[in-house]
C-alpha cells in the first residue's frame, strides 16, 4: 500500500500554482489534504475540482495570524509547506520587505510542527539559496552542486536568504529535536497555472496579447534551466518518501537554455510574428543559474522528464485555452513586477 493512502497531508499554500499540482498529487496517491492558504497569491479555481468533490479540506487563512498554524497542524502527519511571500523576478527584486516575512512564517509552521509532533516537514525551496557570486558569468557552463550553498553564503535578494535560512533551521531540527525533513530546491518552475510574474508564462502572455515589439528584460543571453511542473510534484514527493534528514536536494533540469532562445520557441509555437525588443534596465536575476540534478538522481531516482521544448507546449496550449485577451491586457504590466 502506498505510504500515501489515508495519511493526513497539510499543504500550505496549496492554492498556489505547485502547491495545487501537489495536492493533486497527493489527492491522487490517496492522502487526505488540508489546504491552508490566504489566497494572497493562490487562487481558488486551482482547486476548484477538489472543493466541489469536497476531496481536500480548505481553510482560507493567514498562518502569520496567532492560532492559525497550530490548528493548522492538527492530526497531521506531513506539512508540506509552500505557502510564501513570493514572486516572479520583477518582484524578489524590487520587493524585500514582503519575502522577508518568510522568515517569520517558515519559522513558525517549523515550529508548530514540531510541537504538534508531525512526522516530517518538506520545504519548498529555491535555486535562490545559491550563492549570486557563482552565477554571474552567462558563458561558462556550470552547474550547481548542493555542496555549494556554503560559507560564504550570497543568496539571492531577502527572498533566497528567507529558503536558506529556513532549509539550516530544518537541519538543526532534524538534529537537536529529531524532527524529519526535507528541502527540495525547486528552479525556475512552469507549467499550466503558471502566473505571469514568471519569466516563461510572461512570454507566453506577451505572445498571446500580440506585443510587438516583443519585450524581453535583460540582453536575452542569462541562462536558465526552467523545469516542468510535473516533474516538480514527483520529485517532492518522492523527496517526502525518501530523506529524512533536512537534506536539501535540487529539482531542476540540466537543460540550459538562453532567455532569447525561450521567446524564438514561444514566438514560433505561437505563430507571433514581433520586432524583438531588449530592455537592458529592467532585472534580469542572475545570468547563470542551472541545476546539477544527480543528487536527486541517486537519493531518489529523480530524473526530469519533460523536455523544454514540449513542456512550453503544453503550458502555450493550456494558456491559449483559458485566458481572455482583454483580462491579460490589463494586468500584465502590473503582474511582471507583482504577485
Ligand atoms: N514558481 C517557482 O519557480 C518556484 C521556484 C522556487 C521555489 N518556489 C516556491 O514554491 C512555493 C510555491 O510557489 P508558486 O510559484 O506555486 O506560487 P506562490 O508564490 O503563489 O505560492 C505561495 C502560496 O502561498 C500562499 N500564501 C502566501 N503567504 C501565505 C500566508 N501567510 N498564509 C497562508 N498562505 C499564504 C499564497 O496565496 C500562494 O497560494 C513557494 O514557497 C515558492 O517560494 C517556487
Known sequence: MSLWQNSRVLVTGGASFIGSHLTDA????????????????????????????????????????????????????????LAA????????????????????????????????GVEKVIFASSGCVY??????????????????????????NMYGWAKLMAELTLKAYYKEYGMKAASCRYFTVYGPRGVENHAVIAMIAKAFIGQNPFEVWGDGTQ????TYIDDIVRGTILAAEKIDDGTAVNLGTMERVKVIDAVNMVLEYTGHKAEIKL?????TGP????????????????????PFREGLKRTVDWYFATKDREHVRKILSRMLTER
Not at 487526505?32 to 466541489?52: C, F, M, P, T, Y
Not at 541562462?223 to 526552467?226: A, L, Q
Open 26 to 81: 497527493l489527492v491522487e496517491r490517496g492522502a487526505k489534504v488540508r489546504i491552508v492558504d490566504d489566497l494572497s497569491s493562490g487562487k481558488l479555481e486551482n482547486i476548484q475540482e477538489h472543493l466541489a468533490n469536497g476531496t481536500v479540506e480548505f481553510i482560507h487563512a493567514d498562518l502569520r495570524e496567532p492560532g492559525i498554524a497550530r490548528m493548522a497542524m492538527r492530526d497531521i502527519e506531513y506539512v508540506f509547506h
Open 131 to 156: 550563492p549570486n557570486f557563482l552565477q554571474s558569468d552567462p558563458d561558462k557552463e556550470i552547474y550547481l552542486t548542493e555542496d555549494l550553498v556554503k560559507p560564504p553564503y550570497d543568496a539571492d
Open 287 to 306: 545570468l547563470n543559474r542551472v541545476a546539477d540534478n544527480s543528487l536527486a538522481k541517486e537519493v531518489l531516482g529523480w530524473e526530469p522528464q519533460v
Open 279 to 283: 530592455l537592458t534596465d529592467m532585472p
Open 223 to 226: 541562462v536558465r534551466n526552467w
Open 85 to 116: 511571500d513570493h514572486g516572479g523576478r520583477g518582484y524578489v527584486d524590487l520587493h524585500q520587505a514582503g519575502p522577508a516575512s518568510n522568515l517569520f512564517l517558515d519559522g513558525l509552521i517549523f515550529w508548530e510542527a514540531r510541537l504538534a
